[in-house]
């Protein structure tokens, strides 16, 4: 069964750095685009980013954008989020996903929450 | 960036009943739209991609429409399990924005 497990979430204070990593299992990630999405507490969802299968293209979203590295090892099936310089309105939980050729979502993890405050 | 708006942003229907969630985009995406379930404290599931196309085991009471601006999920007669919020997705361009989300509860 496909699945993918997000880790690395935790509390944080403003200004710190925090890398989320997602390990995908039962299928190979260098065949897939992968997205982050987010939603904040009680909030809708969120698109972050996305990467290509060999991570020549990167997108972010706005809020995101010159803060946060999306990344990936094809070698270790494993996807990442390098965030830096968090504020509190990051403060979410954090999903990976597999895409789909129309780049919509068909696998998601089950979410890492970040907590940025101080 | 490409704005999403869902309407209703809540609704309220029973069991059986035939229901639309509209989802109108801020300028074409042509079918490049999907509709995601989410339950409390669980992630999205895709139900709909490419506007109108059922994703591998979702029941076929939910389907979708729509093509440039303007889509539509319906869920033909409601089950207790349909109950929770949706959200539609363009991935048209980046950001891929996602609607705010309407909550189906029961009446």
């Known amino acids: 069964e496909v699945q993918l497990v997000e880790s690395g979430g935790g509390l944080v204070q403003p200004g710190e750095s925090l890398r989320l990593s997602c390990a995908a299992s039962?299928?190979?990630?260098?065949?897939?685009?992968m997205s982050w999405v987010r939603q904040a507490p009680g909030k809708g969802l969120e698109w972050v980013a996305n990467i290509n299968q060999d991570g020549s293209e990167k997108y972010y979203g706005d809020s995101v954008k010159g803060r946060f590295t999306i990344s990936r090892d094809n070698a270790k099936n494993s996807l990442y989020l390098q965030m830096n310089s968090l504020r509190a309105e990051d403060t979410a939980v954090y999903y990976c996903a597999r895409d789909l050729s129309d780049r919509s979502s068909d696998y998601w993890g089950q979410g890492t929450l970040v907590t940025v405050s101080s | 960036d490409i704005q999403m708006t869902q309407s209703p942003s809540s609704l309220s229907a029973s069991v059986g009943d035939k229901i639309t969630i509209t989802c109108r985009a801020s300028q074409s995406v042509r079918r490049y739209l999907s509709w995601y379930q989410q339950k409390p404290g669980k992630a999205p599931k895709l139900l709909i991609y490419a506007a109108s196309s059922l994703q591998s085991g979702v029941p076929s009471r939910f389907s979708g429409s729509g093509s440039g601006t303007d889509f539509t999920l319906t869920i033909s007669s409601l089950q207790p399990e349909d109950f929770a919020t949706y959200y539609c997705q363009q991935s048209y361009s980046t950001p891929n924005t996602f609607g705010q989300g309407t909550k189906l509860e029961i009446k």
């Open positions: 039962e299928f190979t990630i260098s065949s897939y685009w």
